[in-house]
């Protein structure tokens, strides 16, 4: 991953309180069940107990039905940004006033290049665009807008269009511009959105993950990002099916996204050496059981890793199921 770019982000300032209080860390784990008669143990590799993940806070359960819904509509005209060569890289402007992703695709709908606004984060090469140049690509983003950033909420714009290689121009044929719901304060928020009733996707908002993976159905796996200062989840919601994700949060990732959030403005240096497997493990997992959706976040850490920094989240997490 290349570590310059030049965008143009014109941002307002907003702060918040920051959460206080006694954190209460999970103790050890209660020791495993003994092992049933007649059963051999498991062969391999496992990790050691001190690196296993424990629990630091209670699962938090939430019902995506009480979290906002919107729908995909008719576009503001000056949504969209513009990609444009510059030298030897390129210059984005995101016509809103978001921290966002954009992804240009490729004709095969894969993608081709995605970089994002508030940061040195981009990954792939840009598309050979300008003067001599026809077609388009398509084109999507998905931001928020530090504005109205609070612990209760944020604002969230996304939108899917085609990038035009003549003019280096992506437009919108729908967007969504709505306000995420908090589903931990501060940390992680929520936001349903619908193209139809019966096509209807839950969109999690999280602080960047060191590594992210995600399961689900082949057929319609979840979208996720992870290579800027937040990670966007993408779970679609249907009937009889569940939906889950695995986000590694660095304590650089914390200090990263309260910089967004309080100082909005973006991070042109940023260097994580943390490995997955030393940071606080997030669970997110999405379920429509019957008549019921279901949703939960479970928090998880390495025994010896040092759960300081991540005492505000944790206290939010508690503050939720308490």
Not at 293 to 312: E, N, V, W
Request: net charge neutral.
């Amino acid at each position: 991953m290349r570590t310059t770019l030049a965008a143009a982000l014109v941002l307002a300032v907003c702060a918040s309180a920051p959460l206080t209080g006694r954190v209460a860390f999970a103790e050890d784990p209660a020791p495993e069940a003994p092992r049933a008669n007649g059963e051999t143990g498991l062969d391999g590799f496992r990790a050691d107990g001190d690196s296993r993940p424990l629990a630091v806070a209670t699962p938090i359960r939430f019902d995506p039905d009480a979290l906002p819904v919107a729908t995909w509509g008719e576009p503001r005209a000056t949504a969209g940004f513009a990609l444009k060569p510059r030298g030897s890289g390129y210059r984005l402007w995101l016509r809103s006033r978001l921290f966002a992703e954009v992804v240009v695709e490729n004709t095969r709908g894969a993608a081709e290049f995605s970089a994002f606004t508030g940061g040195s984060f981009f990954d792939g090469t840009p598309p050979e665009c300008g003067p001599g140049h026809t077609g388009s690509f398509p084109a999507r983003w998905a931001g928020l807008a530090p504005r109205r950033w609070t612990d209760a909420g944020v604002d969230v714009e996304m939108g899917d269009g085609d990038f035009d290689l003549a003019s280096c121009d992506a437009r919108a044929r729908v967007s969504v511009e709505a306000r995420a719901a908090a589903i931990v304060p501060g940390f992680v928020y929520g936001l349903r959105v619908r193209r139809s009733e019966d096509d209807e996707t839950l969109f999690v908002f999280l602080p960047r993950g060191v590594l992210v993976s995600a399961a689900g159905d082949p057929s319609a796996p979840i979208a996720l990002s992870n290579t800027g200062p937040f990670t966007r989840l993408s779970m679609p919601l249907e009937r009889g099916a569940a939906r889950s994700a695995v986000v590694r949060v660095s304590p650089k990732s914390l200090s990263l996204w309260s910089h967004l959030r309080t100082t909005i403005t973006p991070v042109w240096s940023f260097e994580d050496k943390t490995e997955p497997h030393d940071a606080l493990l997030v669970n997110v997992d999405a379920a429509w059981q019957d008549d019921r959706k279901l949703g939960s976040i479970s928090l998880a850490l390495p025994r010896l890793h040092d759960k300081r920094p991540y005492a505000a989240l944790v206290a939010a997490a508690q503050a939720v199921t308490n």
